[in-house]
């Protein structure tokens, strides 16, 4: 212990004495860490506002679509009912606790300023969980709001903002203009996604039915979109298709995954590629400081010889040499990952790096330690080389030097 | 002043000095500290040819001696320091520090031997830049035991009290003149309490008069501490303080006890 508090308070000293030296060498570590957890962090921050919005298209990982089409070459094709029981039966069965249908429609809807049609989802509750739906006033679906007797739509703020921003407490109410005119109630409003969003709105199966709101669109049948266990997602692809296929005859059954990681992580290359570039910086910052430390190694000969002339053994002046670089640069490595931490946290910098997300993801931990590691890896790397030279110099030579 | 040879962790500097090993005797006083036994030292040349630098020396240095030892610029004086502080090992022959083969030490023991055992003073001083002289004084103890670096700032105060620098403790040494530059190392060969202090030409760089009232602390403090004293020079005047003097020439060293002074050093200095 005391051989290791003496090295440490050695290592002090040389620090404290050539603090200018090392503070420049260190500024470069500190600038390189910082860097490199930045790139990381917002790396980190791109990723998971890319993962949301894939997430809201494609639902999460894993959603499976399943889409039955009438073969137009069979004898017999199941009928719309029939389909809509199997595949309801078929979710009971397997026991799948985020299941809805998806059908893509047009609605017309009474606006102050006219009759306009506007994208008309027909979902069920699920959706809202699958597809990670975001709202920004009032709520999504529940179970009963298909009991109601105005149905429930949720809406765009594009859509709201058509209807003249009613008070979703007092009157909430906007015009269906079905084959039954209906009055719907707008239960939740969702942000729009990106500007100049058209008016969308979002109606549950059952409800749709009832006012005859939907008007199917073209080559547009309705999907049933079921949230699996990533683990199970490829095996229940399988499973489901020949399950389906074998319940439906005269059907032709599609069984695919529909999220952002059907083929693998496509974050992936965008990560390997800011990662390369993270590393190429530190590498620099670490060659950077290699450089100094050489050149003072070199000057410190003749101190090095004094040193050993003093009974300082070659692994003491190793460990001393590592130390100093090692004790600088996680310093260094801390100030850099603070500077990182104030950059990526910097609410400008996050709206504009992840614009689609509501809530900001803490900086990742994993970038703070990969920041940290990578200082203390540096200082070792680069002081071990000057260590080993240190540690070759010939006492004699050394202090004639 | 209190001596600070009296303090009474005696056994401090020599607490890691070759564990395990067995040396002589220490208690008794005509066992030689050092002792060098037909020593040679000689190095290969570009040419793939030997170049001798020492030749058959013999050596014996015991506690309490003061030794100096003569001769001309590349006679081989500094490769005999070296060999005497453990820096560098003969060629052939034998060297006992203690009683004990140094050849068969270990580079870390010898290491740790050097610096509880061998204390230094250079011609240029030495001291490290940039360091206080009292950071300079307590340099050996951050090499020394677990007792003797905890106490380092108070043993290092005592002995820049012994060389009478107490008050310039914190003055660094660009701030101190030739004199007080060479006390400071002189504290600093001493604060382990060597038995053995190597002195390589320590007035080299001293007019006429520090360079006595350095040797005569130097002198004070060796006799004072028991240690033995060796010192390379090629001044007369520093090699008549000495009580045993020897003559280096081309790499051979041969006794000038009972020779005047001025025959001793006949041709070293023409």
């Known amino acids: 212990m005391t051989a290791l508090i003496s090295t440490m308070v050695e290592a002090w000293s040389e620090l404290r004495i050539h603090k200018t030296r090392v503070l420049l060498a260190l500024i470069g570590v500190a600038l390189s860490v910082a860097v490199l957890t930045t790139v990381v962090g917002v790396g980190n921050l791109t990723r998971e506002g890319m993962r949301v919005d894939s997430e809201r298209n494609g639902g999460r990982e894993a959603t499976l679509g399943v889409s039955v089409y009438a073969d137009p070459s069979a004898a017999q094709a199941p009928d719309a009912d029939r389909t809509a029981s199997v595949l309801e039966a078929t979710v009971k069965r397997y026991g799948f606790t985020h299941a809805s249908r998806v059908t893509q429609a047009q609605g017309r809807f009474q606006f102050p300023s006219g009759v306009q049609s506007v994208q008309l989802t027909v979902v069920d509750p699920a959706y809202g969980a699958i597809h990670r739906v975001d709202i920004a006033q009032g709520g999504w679906f529940a179970e009963d709001d298909a009991d109601r007797l105005a149905p429930a739509v949720v809406v765009n703020d594009a859509f709201y903002a ?3 921003r009613p008070n979703l407490a007092t009157a909430p109410q906007v015009t269906v203009l079905g084959s039954n005119k209906a009055t719907a109630v707008i239960i939740g409003v969702m942000p729009n996604r ?11 199966t059952a409800a749709a039915q009832a006012v005859g709101a939907a008007e199917q669109m073209p080559g547009m049948g309705p999907e049933l979109r079921i949230w699996v266990p990533a683990g199970m997602a490829e095996q229940l692809v399988s499973v489901l298709n020949a399950d389906l296929a074998q319940q439906l005859p005269g059907a ?3 069984v695919h995954r529909s999220d952002y990681a059907a083929y693998g992580d496509p974050f992936a290359m965008v990560q390997l590629m800011v990662s390369g570039v993270a590393a190429l910086i530190l590498l620099l910052g670490a060659v950077g400081l290699l450089n100094i430390s050489m050149v003072t190694v070199r000057y410190r000969v003749r101190e090095i010889g004094i040193r050993r002339s003093f009974g300082a053994t ?28 104030a950059v990526v946290k910097n609410p400008w910098v996050e709206s504009k790096v992840a614009p689609g997300l509501e809530d900001y993801p803490a900086f990742p931990v994993e970038a703070a330690l990969l920041g940290l590691g990578a200082a203390v890896l540096v200082g070792a790397l680069a002081g071990a080389i000057p260590a080993l030279v240190a540690i070759r110099v010939k006492v004699i030579d050394a202090i004639r030097f | 002043m209190t001596s600070i040879f009296t303090h009474d962790d005696e056994d401090i500097a020599n607490e890691e000095y070759l564990a395990g090993e067995s040396p002589a005797d220490n208690n008794d006083d005509s066992a030689p500290l050092v002792d060098l036994r037909n020593v040679t030292r000689s190095v290969v040349l570009a040419d793939d040819q030997q170049l001798h630098i020492l030749r058959g020396v013999d050596l014996q240095i015991r506690v309490g001696d003061h030794t100096a030892i003569v001769g001309r610029s590349g006679c081989g004086k500094s490769t005999l320091l070296n060999i005497l502080g453990l820096l560098d090992v003969p060629s052939s022959g034998q060297m006992l520090f203690d009683g004990t083969p140094v050849e068969r030490l270990r580079s870390n023991t010898r290491a740790k031997l050097r610096g509880s055992s061998i204390g230094f003073v250079f011609q240029q001083f030495n001291l490290l830049p940039g360091r206080t002289a009292l950071e300079n004084v307590v340099t050996p103890l951050l090499y020394a035991g677990r007792k003797e670096f905890w106490r380092r700032n108070t043993l290092g105060m005592e002995i820049l009290d012994r060389v009478g620098l107490a008050a310039r403790a914190g003055t660094q040494p660009h701030m101190l003149s030739g004199g007080e530059q060479q006390r400071v190392a002189i504290a600093r060969a001493l604060v382990r309490r060597p038995r053995l202090i190597l002195a390589d030409e320590p007035t080299g760089a001293l007019d006429v008069e520090t360079g006595q009232a350095v040797m005569d602390l130097l002198d004070t403090i060796a006799t004072e501490s028991g240690a033995a004293l060796v010192t390379i020079t090629h001044d007369l005047n520093v090699a008549a303080r ?3 003097r020897y003559r280096l020439d081309a790499g051979v060293l041969s006794s000038s006890d009972g020779m005047p002074v001025n025959d001793v050093l006949m041709g070293v200095s023409a």
């Open chain 1, 194 to 204: 990106y500007p100049e969003e058209m008016p969308q709105a979002f109606m549950l």
């Open chain 1, 252 to 254: 032709q059954v599609s």
């Open chain 2, 242 to 244: 000495a009580r045993t």
């Open chain 1, 162 to 164: 058509a209807a003249g």
């Open chain 1, 314 to 341: 070659s692994g003491r002046i190793f460990t001393g040499v590592m130390m100093e670089s090692v004790v600088g640069t996680t310093v260094a490595g801390a100030v850099g990952v603070m500077i990182a931490v």
